[in-house]
């Protein structure tokens, strides 16, 4: 395939990336072809940024294709780094320089924002987010623009860190690939929500190691329509006891879009009295769309709670027409409790502004779609 | 870290009450695997040409497969040139009754407790009124030695035959559903199968007619170095209901043994088939030596309108068990069901569940799946709902429990879930529990010592499984729940 002039950061061909088969289990709903597709778009305008920085204060950091824009961004805690790569066959290939915001203990940040403008070809940003004990940071991301997207973010928290974490996914067109590794400590807590609410490929692929008494959130909506596919393969590990996790996913699927979401929890041998939850839903729109679930429970530990709930199909059709009995036109009845359906998890957000810009993303793709 | 609960299941140990081995003259193929090996195997059974091509067939298709690694299951390489393929009995003239059986083969099934005569009772149940009969065929390493209630069975129009004897005595209904649920390259073991399968069982029940009786198998391995391929083949004519038993047993050895089965069921309009398994091929023993690795296909196709299959297995054996009995439910309103307890102990592994593939308009499945691990045991479930498109009105009710004795071992729980019609109603829970203090405390102040309650409170666990067998394999199952867990259980 013939390298797109756009892909100037790392002329790479998908094809040559050594990237595992739909055969490995992990790999089973990938969609690697759309790698290579995204990598070759054509370059496209840049997308208009101040309006997905949303009014915060603190830093705002603008990266195009992968590299910072220095005239808009003000870097406040964080630094520019040299990342070296992890060995996961997406994340490796984000390496090089990239950002990092490393807090002291009991220090407390301004939320940072990250826009990422892509404007066709691929590119790829290693980023790191380092808290020391007590520390606490907001980081919120989004994806816009078209090409292929690549990220790898290292997560690192001290005794009783917190970090809440929000990602968008809001790319008109080809991949975004985020590959996310976290280690808690004692009383940790990190929330991650992640939206992918754009036209883009997506494959969110994370890793969460909870200390003791340590609390972890992977959760997020995957609203898919067209032929896009957009899947999440998260698995979080307790490795000490005392911890608790929650992964809470919706998928709502339009059109001849896939939506799967694989969500694991792993229980250590000593891991004991951990209480790990999953619930994973899909919505289907149209009976050409597919939604994939795969709520997987690995326990080693005998004293523990766990315990994981999945379902698909459509909206229920009692609550339907009970809405509809009360005067409620049938696409406006469809249409709220189909937000109410995404917004389980998009609830999870606990900065009000964030969780409203989220919401309404999720809501101007409901539009779209019903 | 311990558990109050862990400590007490102090190591009592156990011997596996099966494991004797029965001296009796046998032929061997050679050792090792080629194409000559299944053209013996095929020269053995007086085969026709067609089966001996379609065997090679598969040989060759094997050849370049490569086993699967996908399951939770750490099984060492397996060299496939040192096994035998296959061994019998060595024949007496010709067997013209069961008198004329070798004495020592028939102690063997004496001791097992299995009736290949044809005895009115299997175990001594209480108030089973009628007696209940049971036709057993009788498989010993590779060939089936007996084959019980044959002319009452003919009367109803039944065949139930060893499956080499059907394929000589009715290649057209053989030709007609051999792998047609189970291809020849459905996976490496199917296709390892396909190539060197020795013995199985063959029915066919005819349209309108309701199986007489119980019919059974009894798989036994004995020889050493010997794997055992079996198939079976059932198919159940428009409105036909057939209940079919399978029983396994092996001798305990310091090797590990390869079993690799493959059961194709054909289930037509408004038929009915269910099929039990109670597996208790040799576990090795407490520090993981020996035992069988057991690696079994095994498919149901629903074909026709209403029809239906209903797995129940109690897997209590085997060092390794890789196995999925699973339904494709291409009829209409068909109805497939799994039930399953795993019971794993010592260094057992365990990766079994089910597959439940909708494509017809209204089918309904049921899985429930009970998973027990104790000792330094993993326990697998691992299971796939999928829902066609086309698939209307489909339902699915999945519920997979986990119960841990001890902190050593692990429970683990892989579904899958992939639907792609939205009327489908699709629901899956899982919970993850040992046994409470209360409980047991509760049992404990009835009376009862530790191992009885646990026993007690492991057989409630299992019941909705349990129930879902004919009576006299419940009876053996729940004794055998009992045996398998001793020496986790203090």
Redesign the interface.
């Known amino acids: 395939m013939a390298l797109s002039a756009q892909a100037w950061r790392r002329p790479s061909v998908p094809e040559l990336l050594d990237l595992p088969s739909t055969r490995a289990?992990a790999w089973r709903w990938a969609d690697m072809g759309a790698l290579s597709a995204a990598a070759a778009l054509a370059p496209i305008a840049r997308a208009e940024h101040e309006e997905h920085f949303l009014d915060l204060p603190g830093a705002r950091l603008l990266f195009v294709n992968g590299v910072l824009d220095e005239v808009h961004s003000v870097l406040d805690r964080v630094t520019l780094i040299e990342h070296v790569a992890g060995d996961h066959a997406l994340g490796r290939h984000a390496q090089g320089t990239g950002w990092s915001l490393r807090l002291d203990t009991d220090a407390a940040a301004d939320p940072v924002q990250v826009v990422h403008v892509a404007t066709g070809g691929e590119n790829h940003l290693p980023a790191e987010i380092v808290l020391a004990d007590d520390a606490v940071a907001t980081v919120v991301e989004t994806f816009v623009g078209a090409g292929w997207s690549n990220r790898a973010t290292r997560i690192a928290l001290g005794r009783s860190a917190r970090l809440q974490r929000s990602v968008r996914l809001l790319q008109a067109g080809g991949f975004v690939s985020l590959r996310e590794e976290a280690e808690l400590g004692s009383g940790a807590s990190l929330v991650s929500v992640f939206l992918g609410a754009g036209q883009a490929g997506s494959r969110i692929d994370g890793q969460v190691v909870v200390g003791e008494g340590g609390y972890a959130e992977m959760g997020g909506a995957l609203l898919t329509a067209g032929q896009q596919r957009q899947e999440c393969a998260v698995r979080v590990r307790h490795a000490e006891?005392n911890g608790q996790s929650h992964q809470l996913w919706r998928a709502v699927a339009a059109d001849t879009s896939v939506a799967s979401l694989a969500a694991a929890v792993e229980v250590a041998?000593?891991a004991?009295k951990t209480d790990g939850e999953q619930s994973l839903r899909?919505?289907?729109?149209?009976?050409?769309?597919?939604?994939?679930?795969?709520?997987?429970?690995?326990?080693?530990?005998?004293?523990?709670?766990?315990?994981?709930?999945?379902?698909?199909?459509?909206l229920d059709t009692r609550a339907l027409f009970y809405m509809q009995s009360r005067g409620i036109p049938k696409p406006r009845a469809q249409a709220i409790l189909t937000r109410a359906f995404v917004a389980d998890a998009l609830d999870r957000i606990a900065s009000e502004p964030v969780r409203e810009a989220f919401a309404a993303d999720a809501d101007a793709w409901l539009d779209g779609a019903l | 870290m311990a558990t109050k609960n862990a400590e007490a299941y102090a190591a009592v140990s156990k011997k596996y009450e099966w494991g004797f081995a029965t001296d009796i003259e046998q032929d061997f193929a050679p050792k090792g695997l080629s194409e000559d090996t299944v053209r013996y195997i095929s020269a053995k059974k007086n085969e026709p040409e067609w089966m001996l091509d379609w065997r090679l067939k598969a040989f060759r298709l094997w050849q370049t497969m490569e086993a699967p690694d996908w399951a939770k299951l750490n099984i060492p390489p397996i060299d496939y040139q040192d096994a035998y393929y296959y061994a019998e009995p060595k024949a007496k003239a010709t067997i013209k009754s069961l008198d004329d059986l070798d004495p020592e083969i028939r102690r063997t099934y004496e001791k097992l407790g299995i009736p290949i005569e044809e005895q009115k009772l299997l175990a001594n149940v209480e108030g089973a009124e009628p007696p209940r009969r049971v036709a057993v065929d009788a498989v010993f390493d590779s060939v089936s030695v007996a084959t019980t209630f044959r002319a009452e069975l003919e009367r109803a129009g039944v065949i139930f035959r060893s499956i080499s004897e059907a394929i000589r005595e009715y290649p057209e209904l053989v030709k007609k559903w051999l792998g047609k649920v189970v291809p020849q390259r459905d996976n490496y073991f199917a296709t390892l199968n396909s190539a060197v399968f020795s013995d199985g069982t063959f029915v066919y029940v005819p349209e309108g007619v309701r199986c007489p009786m119980e019919l059974s198998t009894y798989f036994r391995i004995n020889a050493e170095n010997t794997g055992q391929f079996e198939r079976t083949l059932i198919v159940a004519d428009k409105g036909a209901y057939v209940s079919y038993l399978e029983g396994c047993t092996a001798p305990m050895r310091d090797e590990n043994q390869l079993h690799a089965a493959v059961v194709e069921l054909v289930a037509l309009d408004d038929a009915e088939i269910k099929y039990s398994t109670v597996q208790n091929w040799y576990p090795g023993d407490e520090n993981g030596v020996g035992g069988i690795y057991n690696f079994v296909t095994k498919r149901a196709l629903c074909q026709g309108r209403n029809s239906k299959v209903s797995w129940t297995q109690v897997e209590t054996g085997s060092a390794v068990t890789w196995k999925y009995p699973s339904c494709v439910l291409a009829g209409e309103n068909s109805v497939g069901e799994f039930y399953s307890v795993a019971v794993t102990n010592n260094r057992q592994q365990a990766d079994t569940g089910t597959k439940m593939i909708h494509l017809g308009k209204g089918s309904r499945s049921t899985i429930v799946s009970k998973g027990i691990s104790a000792g330094r045991s993993d326990n697998t479930y691992r299971g796939l709902v999928r829902v066609a498109p086309t698939a209307e009105g489909v339902r699915n009710f999945t519920q997979c429990d986990s119960l841990l004795l001890g902190d050593q071992c692990g429970a683990h729980t892989v579904p899958y879930i992939e639907v792609r019609n939205p009327s489908a109603q699709i629901e899956h829970e899982a919970t993850t529990s040992k046994i409470s203090e209360d409980q047991l405390f509760y049992a404990m102040s009835r009376g009862l010592d530790q191992e009885a309650a646990v026993a007690l409170i492991v057989n409630g666990f299992a019941r909705e499984v349990l129930q879902q067998l004919p009576m006299e394999f419940a009876v053996e199952a729940q004794k055998l729940l009992g045996i398998s867990l001793e020496g986790s259980v203090g």
Request: include cysteine.
């Open positions: 289990e006891p041998r000593h004991q899909g919505l289907l729109l149209q009976r050409t769309a597919t939604v994939n679930l795969k709520p997987e429970l690995e326990i080693f530990a005998d004293d523990v709670k766990c315990a994981h709930g999945a379902t698909v199909g459509e």
